[in-house]
């Protein structure tokens, strides 16, 4: 990320650091030693055990007494165990398919609009698939943002089986020599057993059509929500594998700190977040500049 989105990051994440930072320093300005109710507080916060545990672990090798000290290593800890790694953008350079799930209303067919425009924008040559058949204007979102980034798409009726234009869009794709499909699916968890079916067919679908494609399966979730947002994500991870987050509406919300919940607790990492309306608002997830803008004094 850049130094501009970096300043925006900061300014997006007020509300945010406004209600996480006091109480933070409430905690660090509370105590004047390092004791179980400290570390009980802390964890209250936002961190989970394992982030105590680290830092329970730091403090008593580095012999750290003043509480106040404890908010670098902790600092340094979220930072660390929200890190994405070295290959987390590996399927953006590779042949890729990428579902986009979420419900409705999160932001979805806005964020893979964003995404198209951004691949596009970076040589990629990229094809959508309006596989929300069930969801009405679904389509007509889907091609607005398709004719917006000058992109391929392939749609199919209302009520339509998903799982016909994503065939559809595969064959496409293979002909015009697509980088990365990016697929809009249905995100219905009222009934979870036809969503698991759902995405079991695509599934299917992609092994036989594109067989050893690279995947990616992103959820969409509105951070405005907080634990409803934790709670969605933990739903449909049970009817997909889920390889990443994109958080939407940062800039809205005191509880963007359910960025650090969904890592801890569900061990997916967030790899997008959008803090604007504009495409550029929508970015690449980097662990150290969020934890810093978090805390920026």
Known sequence: MAGKFFDKLVNG????????SSGF?????????????FYEELEEMMTTEEIIDSLKDEVKDKGIKDPIECKDLLKENLTEQMDL???????????SIVLVIGVNGVGKTTSIGKLACQFKN??????????????????????EWANRAKVDIVSGNEGQDPGSVLFDAIASAKNKNSDIIICDTAGRLHN????????????????????????ENFIVLDSTTGQNALAQA???KECADITGV????????AKGGI??????????????????????????????EFIEALFVE
């Open 13 to 20: 994440l007020t509300k945010t650091r406004t209600s996480i």
């Open 25 to 37: 320093n409430s905690i660090f300005n509370a105590f004047s030693s390092i004791d179980d109710d």
């Open 85 to 95: 790694g070295e290959n987390a953008y590996d399927f953006e350079n590779e042949k």
């Open 122 to 143: 970076n040589g990629k040559n990229v094809m959508l698939a309006a596989c929300d058949t069930f969801r009405a204007a679904a389509k007509e979102q889907l091609e």
């Open 192 to 215: 979870k057993k036809n969503l698991m079916n759902e995405l079991a067919k695509l599934d299917k679908i992609i092994d036989k059509e594109m067989p050893g494609v690279r995947r």
């Open 234 to 236: 933990r739903e449909f």
């Open 246 to 253: 994109i958080l939407t509406k940062m800039d809205g919300t």
């Open 259 to 288: 960025a650090v919940a969904i890592q801890s607790e569900l061990g997916i990492p967030v790899k997008y977040i959008g803090i604007g309306e504009s495409i550029e608002d929508l970015q690449k997830f980097d662990s150290e």
